[in-house]
Nanobody
Framework: QVQLVESGGGLVQPGDSLRLSCAAS????????IGWFRQAPGKEYEGLSW????????YYSNSVKGRFTISRDKTENSVNLHMNSLKPEDTAVYYC???????????????????????WGQGTEVTVSS
């Protein structure tokens, strides 16, 4: 079964860096895109970044461009999100997702850039506070 597990969240101070990891199981990343989105308290879901594992193309939203970096760890079949210069407004639950689009009633998708992501993990919480 396709499964994504996020890890690496925690409590950090403004200006700190943090690395989130998305571990994939049940499939190999080579032919997919992996993305990250987040939901801050009381706010809508926000797409942040994706990486196309077939060719290495990446996307960053305006809110994180220049601060966050997405990359793949081939050894672990995982994708990392390196977050630098963290701000209090980065506080959110962070989810990784793959562009595998389930079919059937009740299907739900997240949009990150111009791509759709239909499968994601449980999320990892990031709190940025002094």
């Amino acid at each position: 079964q396709v499964q994504l597990v996020e890890s690496g969240g925690g409590l950090v101070q403004p200006g700190d860096s943090l690395r989130l990891s998305c571990a994939a199981s049940g499939f190999t990343l080579d032919h997919y895109a992996i993305g990250w989105f987040r939901q801050a308290p009381g706010k809508e879901y926000e797409g942040l970044s994706w990486i196309d594992l077939s060719d290495g193309r990446v996307y960053y939203s305006n809110s994180v461009k220049g601060r966050f970096t997405i990359s793949r760890d081939k050894t672990e079949n995982s994708v990392n999100l390196h977050m630098n210069s963290l701000k209090p407004e980065d506080t959110a639950v962070y989810y990784c997702a793959v562009d595998i689009l389930p079919t059937g009633s009740g299907s739900y998708y997240h949009v990150i850039g111009d791509r759709l992501f239909g499968t994601w993990g449980q999320g990892t919480e990031v709190t940025v506070s002094s």
